[in-house]
């Protein structure tokens, strides 16, 4: 059974953005223009420390070569599918890479797969249709102007967008046999919110994604802010944020992760956080909270609710 996390916030504004996006590093190979993950047995992860906020993750990794010769290996820095809907939407920011303490440069790739994984990502690319494009038509089911019409079987029978679009941070990373290769990376995620929504709607999205027990849905309708407005209550809601994070890619390398440490922090001590875990997080301090393990295998990825009540004057 997976351990529930709850923590509580102050009231921030919120954000626009609708893009969930944060992932683990796992090696790729090219195929017909896409990128697939594959397994590798001769690298492991030694170490692996996980940071997450709402406004920065870093992870910091040791991997070792336990082989008796160099590997070359294309890593790939995968993001989940962006969504598309009638708010606005962003991609990571600030991403950076560091191998051995020194910055790594970056290729961007951009992959578009059918439903069936049918990779499309090159004829979409031939049509010019850029990301925005792509939210655009998603939003209004209008062809941006110049724009030739998408593929009949690219779209569904609403005439919705059948595929999805993914970012990808490549490079390809030398293994030197038998020795071990820091890595790490940080960025500026992207947040799903939103308006306030009432306490009811978020309850009911929300509580097979992100894990709501009975003491964070009562926690969420604490919060859920009603005010009096020519002397009826109005209902405003509560200001809320989802965080999406990839750990399984972490099972294609060698074994478990020899040592994995989770750290979530919140900006002020009353944030309500949900997510579904199979770990339990410890407080270290009024913002911090903890989980660190040996030999652990991700079973899920994360999927992190953040909930405060709207600052209103």
């Excluded at 790594?104 to 049509?127: F, G, M, N």
Aim: with cysteine; aromatic share 10%.
């Amino acid at each position: 059974m997976p351990s529930y996390f709850r923590i509580l916030t102050c009231t921030i504004t919120a954000l626009l953005f609708s893009t969930p996006a944060f992932a683990n590093d796992s090696s790729f190979g090219d195929a017909n223009g896409s990128i697939t993950l594959k397994y590798q047995p001769n690298i492991s992860m030694d170490k692996e420390s996980l940071f997450i906020s709402e406004t920065e993750v870093r992870v910091d990794y040791v991997f070792t070569n336990t082989s008796s010769q160099d590997l070359i290996v294309p890593i790939a820095f995968p993001m989940p599918p962006m969504f598309f809907g009638s708010a606005d939407h962003s991609s990571i920011d600030n991403f950076t890479l560091k191998v051995n303490g020194e910055t790594q440069p970056t290729q961007h790739r951009l992959v578009a797969k059918l439903a069936d994984k049918t990779d499309i990502s090159t004829e979409l690319k031939q049509l010019g249709w850029s990301v925005d494009e792509v939210a655009y038509f998603a939003e209004y089911g209008v062809v941006p102007k110049g724009k030739p019409a998408l593929p009949q079987q690219w779209l569904d029978e609403n005439q919705q967008i059948a595929f999805t679009l993914s970012d990808y941070f490549v490079w390809q990373q030398t293994f030197p046999a038998g020795q071990s290769v820091a890595i790490s990376h940080s960025y500026s995620p992207s947040i799903s919110t939103g308006v306030p929504y009432p306490a009811s709607e978020i309850i009911d999205t929300h509580t097979e994604l992100a894990c709501l027990d009975e003491s964070a849905k009562q926690g969420i309708r604490k919060r859920n802010l009603i005010v009096k407005q020519d002397g009826e209550d109005q209902e405003i809601g509560v200001e809320w944020s989802h965080l999406s994070y990839i750990l399984v890619t972490a099972n294609n390398w060698q074994g478990a992760i020899k040592d994995f440490k989770l750290t979530l922090k919140k900006s002020q001590p009353t944030d309500l956080i949900s997510l579904c875990f199979d770990g339990e997080l410890k407080k270290t301090d009024p913002l911090t909270f903890e989980f660190q393990q040996k030999q652990f295998t991700p079973k899920q990825d994360l999927s992190i609710l953040f909930i405060r009540k709207p600052n209103i004057e």
